[in-house]
């Protein structure tokens, strides 16, 4: 390897681009390649990146399967910042074997690291704790141990364990300080605002507060009957009952927990849960099916019984009832809660995060565009869709070992 590409390579390990591009901006050779499309990932030009590394991954020879499977890597985790989330698991797999059977352990670390990420950003917790749990993070470089401990902190935060996030959030601060990386020291501030910020509301007698993570937490571990409108569960201590494939009885139980102690006239549940504004005697018939049905499904937690005016919920056991909402609730709040990682994401990308059809996705993307809350880029299949300009693109996208060579 010559004396400009490993100059490239260590300027690039550092988050320098320009000093990188500095170097090898005018070379065409396959190392010069990758270390061009690597420094353009981290400017942000993806695109372009992606054409380089492509060049190169091709240009290498039959012997240079190593440097063909760095570049494999370095794609795939364009593909994951630009929320390419269908991108073939399989041929990262295969690169990542490659690297370690060829001694490259960093470098298969960070495939490892890749795989689990995007397993966290389409919720597969169990199978990213499990990549994450293939590594040992005191054996890895500094950036790819940051890179470690914000996944770690990810699936604790996605789990309700606040503890065990701000522990990882401690260490990759730490591991950030000793890589001396800005975009990387940034992403763990970023994570942890994230961390502190309102997680949901509490709704409890008529009134309401905003919850950090931590208090999420604890209700969870609390002795009252929590109607989570967050995952569409009604809890207690003992008892979890799953409504999130029944929207019209989640609306019921929300409904009448909303007005508990008191009751719910029947007029009222027939709007909230059926949108019905001049309720008839069908309507009426179809409420008691439902009300009915709800009972069976909660009556390992609470009860429900008719009244004068309509319907009470009184729990079993529990000596309260609260509701857990989301911070911000209105239409397509989930496809928003995505968006707002400040990335551009595609339709296909939202509907394997959302588990939902790419069609009812767009449906969703189109209204919140004729609202002015999101807004498109690109056309075709380069079509993303954002929140709001972002100035700035702040990328782990650093190999943590120089790209080229064997």
Known sequence: MDSLITAAAHALAAGDPFGALNR????????????????????????????LLRQAARAFGPKEAVSRARCIVAEAEIALVSRDLGWPAKTLDAARATLERHGDRVNGAHARHLEARRLLLIGRLDEAERK??????????????????????????????????RDALARAEQAARQAHIPAL????????????SPAARLIAAGRERSLL?????????????????????VRDEQASIPLATRPVLFALARTLAEAWPG??????????????????????????VEIGRLR??????????????????APSRARDVLILARPVEEQHGAVLAFL???EAWSSSALALALSASQRTVQRALDGLALAGKV?????????????????????TLLLPAPLPGG
């Open 375 to 395: 807004q498109s880029v690109g056309r075709g299949r380069a079509l993303r869709w954002m929140t709001t300009p972002v100035p700035g693109f702040t990328t």
């Open 213 to 233: 993570l931590d208090e999420v937490e604890a209700l969870q571990a609390s002795k009252a009957l929590v109607v989570d409108a967050c995952r569409h569960v």
């Open 24 to 51: 090898v901006a005018l070379r065409n050779d396959p190392p010069a390649l990758a270390l061009r499309g690597i420094a353009m990932a981290q400017l942000g030009d993806l695109d372009r990146a992606k054409l």
């Open 340 to 342: 707002a990682d400040g």
């Open 296 to 313: 069976s499904m909660l009556q390992a937690v609470a009860e429900i019984s008719a009244t004068r005016q309509g319907f009470a919920l």
């Open 263 to 288: 009751d719910v006239t029947r007029e009222l549940l027939l709007a909230r849960a059926f949108g019905a504004r001049h309720a008839d005697e069908s309507h009426r018939a179809r409420l008691r």
């Open 132 to 165: 994450l749990g293939e590594l040992d993070p005191d054996l890895l470089p500094p950036a790819l141990r940051t890179a470690h401990e914000l996944a770690v902190a990810g699936i604790a935060m996605r789990r309700l364990r606040s503890k065990a996030a």
């Open 185 to 196: 020291t940034a992403e763990v501030e970023n994570t942890a605002q994230a961390l502190n």
